[in-house]
């Protein structure tokens, strides 16, 4: 009797740490523990049983020799034993994604639904193996079937603010692809910089792309650091950014904001001004770098009143600009912005009073769907659909715009509720430029935004009716650099809120569970130990402990 209890404490020691092992986030639909393990070494091969798979092998390979020193063969053919195997298994579920994934003691297969599904198979391999350094990498047999809940599973970045380098933003982009998301916003156009390259308007970049200097502090700031700040991505750089993320099954959106946070196209090009011959005025406690004289690009952060005029001459700059655009960016969608857009230069000039009162238009609001469903009947008219922050709600909606909801969820609802495209992107939950903690040691916007209140949040409205929640395409959450400006801090404003909102997106919603997800989670922090990844710890401070009630 006393052998079989301690045969029966072993099995379940094994059967524990074989648990621990197999911590995986997002948590997939459903995962099955075998017995035993494979080990992967140099001498194990990638077989692409299916055409097509380049890319997840690819992917794969450059993780095995970034992490662990070896690379392995890839053959077209081969068999489950002592290999890995990517191929196809017909699944039939409407959003791409879903896949299987088999370990035992002879190998490793993945089958995905369709490419995109065998690539996020692989993303579950990868957080199979060990934290480690090794060339004999013990992976658990298990039995995973698992699929993504919403097909728009999004993070946002803002270069605008500061500006992050290609090299970056490629390791961003991993950041997305690592966590089974697959849109990345990028923000490209703000008051404080232009950061792409138009050809047929050079100063957007020679001009707009840099300011004279930063407000130090927080807005409006204690003083300036008096240097020169900016940059931009050419083309070039865009087109191989593009691919590194198609390459990941990552969309990248591109955000040209209208007709607000216009400031630095505006110094570029005065005349996309209601008054192009006033100076940039600034908040009065906001201390200036160089000259105060003509149009200039903002140097702190917040609201300005200086927006594009909605005249011909502004109308044909922007489809240039976007004719330049779309060659680069194949996304279906289009962010247009159309936040924050203070209507005071409108109400002051005669010309848009008198549009005003041409086009029939109610007001000021009015005068900004004239000039979003303008753009968006431009856009359409080049098989291009727009996205647009939900003030675009105001004065009534373009007719085929998605809203993406920001201020709350209200703007959502309306929008579902009109039959349109929605994107659940509510600050409460969604914006990771909040501090994680009270008691953060650098600088923040402000805000409070726990791990935990990121991982409560349900995308799905209740006050949506069943066929209603069918425009929710998904979520997304944003990361506004305003406080951001080097890689170590926007990783720790990322992680673990970046693992929450994955698993909120991902995942079953009957599988939620925060006391499994922060269980998980202390696997998921040796991983970003190991990746070199930066990340907050405040989920442990006693205040985070409670997960708000909402």
């Known amino acids: 009797m006393k052998k079989i209890l301690i045969a029966f404490c072993l099995a379940l020691v094994f059967t524990q740490n074989q648990a621990q092992e197999v911590a995986l986030i997002p948590q997939p639909e459903k995962l099955t523990l075998g017995t035993g393990n494979f080990s992967i070494s140099p001498k194990t091969k990638i077989v692409l049983a299916g055409s097509g798979l380049e890319q997840s092998a690819k992917f794969l390979n450059d993780y095995f020799q970034t992490f662990f020193g070896f690379k392995l063969a890839i053959q077209k053919s081969g068999d489950f034993k002592n290999n890995i195997v990517l191929n196809y ?5 409407p959003i791409p994604g879903a896949y299987n994934l088999h370990i035992n003691k002879e190998g490793v297969h993945i089958g995905g639904d ?11 391999l990868i957080q199979l193996l060990p934290v480690v350094k090794s060339n004999n990498l013990v992976v658990p047999a298990v039995e995973i079937e698992d699929r993504p809940r919403f097909g728009y599973r999004g993070l946002m970045l803002d270069v605008g603010r500061h500006f992050f380098p290609l090299d970056y933003v490629k390791k961003f982009i991993d950041f997305v692809a690592m966590h ?13 910089g232009w950061r792409i390259e138009i050809k047929k308007y050079p ?9 004279n200097g930063t407000i130090l ?32 099954f990552v969309t990248i959106i591109p955000e040209i904001e209208m007709p607000g946070h216009a400031s630095a196209a ?42 594009f005029a909605p005249t011909e001459y502004t109308f044909q700059f922007l489809q240039d600009v976007l004719d330049e655009i779309l060659p680069l960016f194949p996304s279906k969608y289009i962010h247009i912005g159309g936040d924050e857009c203070p209507k005071d230069a409108w109400k002051k000039s005669a010309f848009c009073q008198q549009l005003i009162k041409d086009k029939n238009l109610k007001d000021e609001h009015g005068l900004q769907s004239y000039f979003i469903q303008r753009m968006e009947k431009y856009l359409n008219s080049k098989g291009r659909q727009i996205i647009g922050w939900d003030e675009i709600l105001e004065g009534g909606l373009a007719p085929n715009a998605a809203v993406m909801s920001w201020r709350g969820e209200k703007g959502g609802i309306a929008a579902a509720k009109e039959k349109h495209q929605v994107i659940m992107t509510p600050t409460g939950w969604a914006y990771f430029d909040y501090s994680q903690t009270k008691k953060e040691d650098s600088l923040t916007i402000g805000g409070y935004l726990t791990v935990q209140k990121v991982y409560s949040y349900e995308p799905l409205p209740k006050e949506l009716a069943a066929d209603e929640v069918k425009y929710v395409m998904g ?25 929450a909102m994955s698993e909120v997106l991902w995942s079953p919603k009957a599988s939620k569970d925060w006391n499994s997800f922060e269980k998980r989670l202390q696997t998921q922090f040796k991983r970003y ?12 401070d006693p205040a985070a402990k409670a997960v708000e009630k909402l």
């Not at 998301?181 to 008051?191: F, P, R």
């Not at 957007?204 to 300011?211: F, M, P």
């Not at 944003?478 to 693992?499: D, H, V």
């Not at 190991?530 to 442990?540: E, I, K, L, Q």
């Open 475 to 499: 979520a997304q959450a944003n990361l506004w650099t305003e406080y951001i400006g080097n890689p170590r801090k926007l990783e720790y404003m990322l992680f673990p809120r970046l693992s």
């Open 203 to 211: 100063k957007l970049t020679s001009v707009g792309a840099y300011r």
């Open 114 to 124: 369709n490419a995109t599904g065998t690539f996020y198979g692989v993303q579950t």
């Open 89 to 93: 298994e017909k699944m039939e579920y």
């Open 266 to 307: 505006i110094a570029a090009y005065p005349q996309l001004s209601c008054f192009p011959d006033s100076s940039t005025k600034h908040p009065a406690k906001v201390t200036w770098a160089g000259s105060e004289q003509g149009k200039q690009v903002q140097q702190a952060w917040g609201i300005y009143p200086d927006v």
């Open 529 to 540: 130990d190991f990746w070199n990844w930066n990340h907050s710890n405040a989920v442990f």
């Open 180 to 192: 089974k998301m697959n849109t990345m916003q990028l923000h490209l156009t703000e008051d404080q």
């Open 217 to 248: 502090g927080h807005h409006p700031g204690t003083g300036n650091d008096n240097t020169r700040y900016g940059g931009f991505y050419t083309q070039q750089e865009i087109k191989e950014m593009v691919k590194y993320a198609a390459d990941r």
